[in-house]
């Protein structure tokens, strides 16, 4: 199932969504619906076209959908936060990347018990976007600037694949994991935000009257 696209089948009911206006959360992080669409057509038509060339005498395969509509998306969004704490973006991808090569290379460590931590590596990558990020496009620069990042120091040092004369840059596993990844991050994220405004709604519930608080909290 790992070389398998599904991934795509979370891209067709958001796409669904995002074409009936159904999709409100996501058009938080900035893009119009129509901008929307066009970067989710992007990365179901990119992964089908891999680019080759050779480079000092290796063989380089890119993927144009699990690597560069990634990278690029990524570089966009970091222009699209708002927040001003740049520091804080390029940390929660450091963290991303080094879960993705911990994900990968956890055979070496000879841990059997780290095989159920591999297998779950989309929900605590998202966990840890969300966490990190400080927000929706944040928490998906994270997965997406840390899977970039992640493969790219993969492939470099470690090859990437068993064949020592070939480096592949973005996979169908990648982009399978990087999506779900991204999935989860935002509904942490959405969780997070609605646990905030039930506390707030329940802490002014319980403020006692003439304290100057309005419902507003002010």
């Given at each position: 199932?790992?070389?398998?696209?599904?991934?795509?089948?979370?891209?067709?009911?958001?796409?669904?969504?995002?074409?009936?206006?159904?999709?409100?959360?996501?058009?938080?992080?900035?893009?119009?619906?129509?901008?929307?669409l066009f970067f989710i057509l992007l990365f179901f038509a990119g992964n089908f076209f891999t680019f080759n060339f050779i480079l000092d005498g290796k063989n380089i395969f890119v993927n144009l959908g699990g690597y560069i509509i990634p990278a690029l998306f990524a570089v966009w969004l970091f222009f699209r936060i708002e927040d001003k704490r740049p520091l804080r973006r390029f940390f929660g991808a450091l963290v991303l990347a080094g879960l993705y090569l911990l994900q990968h290379n956890f055979e070496l460590m000879?841990?059997?018990?780290?095989?159920?931590?591999?297998?779950?590596?989309?929900?605590?990558?998202?966990?840890?976007?969300?966490?990190?990020?400080?927000?929706?496009?944040?928490?998906?620069?994270?997965?997406?600037?840390?899977s970039v990042l992640g493969q790219s120091v993969q492939t470099v040092i470690w090859g990437g694949t068993p064949f020592y004369n070939v480096r592949q840059f973005g996979t169908v596993q990648d982009l399978n994991l990087l999506l779900l990844a991204a999935m989860f991050s935002q509904a942490f994220c959405l969780a997070a935000a609605r646990l905030k405004k039930a506390v707030k709604r329940k802490t002014l519930s319980l403020a006692p009257a003439g304290d100057g608080l309005t419902k507003d909290g002010q």
């Open positions: 199932m790992s070389e398998l696209p599904w991934g795509f089948l979370l891209l067709l009911p958001l796409a669904i969504w995002v074409y009936l206006g159904k999709a409100g959360w996501l058009r938080e992080i900035g893009p119009s619906r129509e901008l929307l000879d841990a059997e018990w780290l095989y159920p931590l591999a297998g779950a590596y989309p929900l605590i990558a998202g966990i840890f976007a969300a966490a990190l990020g400080g927000g929706r496009a944040a928490a998906l620069f994270a997965v997406f600037a840390g």
